[in-house]
């Protein structure tokens, strides 16, 4: 994947060496590179050989229930939620459920119709890296994570609503 922007010590930057490559179900995994497999493709693999878990990413449609990886929430390094639609929010609860419910703290990607004026709401969904559209400039989708990122509700990434923050007893 090329257009990779990734949050390092909460700070976005662009990646340019990304080791992960998606997988679909009729390729084969690659040995040099890192895979990210669709859910039910990485579940057979992980059935098989539970070490698997920890060496591949696991790649959710819109459909796909976060809570079908709970047994291995905690070895896995990548999961890829994908946007199918800009006007698709569904892996936007799929990412908060996965940070605030089941407690996954690998890298969580946004793939698909991935665009600037989205980054900050996936920031605070939980997410860690975007693949940006590849017909979009990467470095201006960089300045959409470093634009305005204050918001007045609680999120992933600020569990207290902006009042509590600022120290407003209400």
């Known amino acids: ?3 990779i922007l990734g949050l390092v010590d909460g700070i976005a930057a662009h990646i340019a ?7 679909t179900d009729e390729q084969q995994i690659p040995t040099a590179e890192r895979a990210i497999l669709p859910l039910q493709r990485w579940k057979k693999m992980v059935l ?3 070490t698997q878990a920890g060496q591949l990413g696991v790649l959710f449609g819109p459909d796909d229930e976060p809570e079908e990886i709970v047994p291995w929430v905690d070895g896995i390094l990548m999961v890829v939620l994908q946007f199918q639609s800009f006007r698709d929010g569904r892996a936007y609860s799929q990412a908060n459920l996965l940070r605030t419910r ?3 703290k690998g890298d969580l990607r946004a793939v698909g119709d991935v665009l600037r004026d989205q980054l900050v709401l996936m920031r605070h969904c939980g997410f860690s890296s975007f693949a940006v559209r ?8 960089l300045k959409g994570l470093t634009g305005f990122d204050l918001i007045y ?3 992933v990434t600020n569990p207290e609503p902006l009042f509590r923050r600022r120290g407003l007893k209400l």
Do not use: P
């Open 1 to 3: 994947m090329n257009n």
């Open 134 to 141: 590849e017909d979009k400039s990467v470095l201006d989708a």
């Open 17 to 23: 060496d990304d080791e992960w490559v998606l997988v």
């Open 153 to 155: 509700a609680r999120s």
């Open 102 to 104: 089941y407690q996954f």
């Open 48 to 50: 098989l050989d539970e």
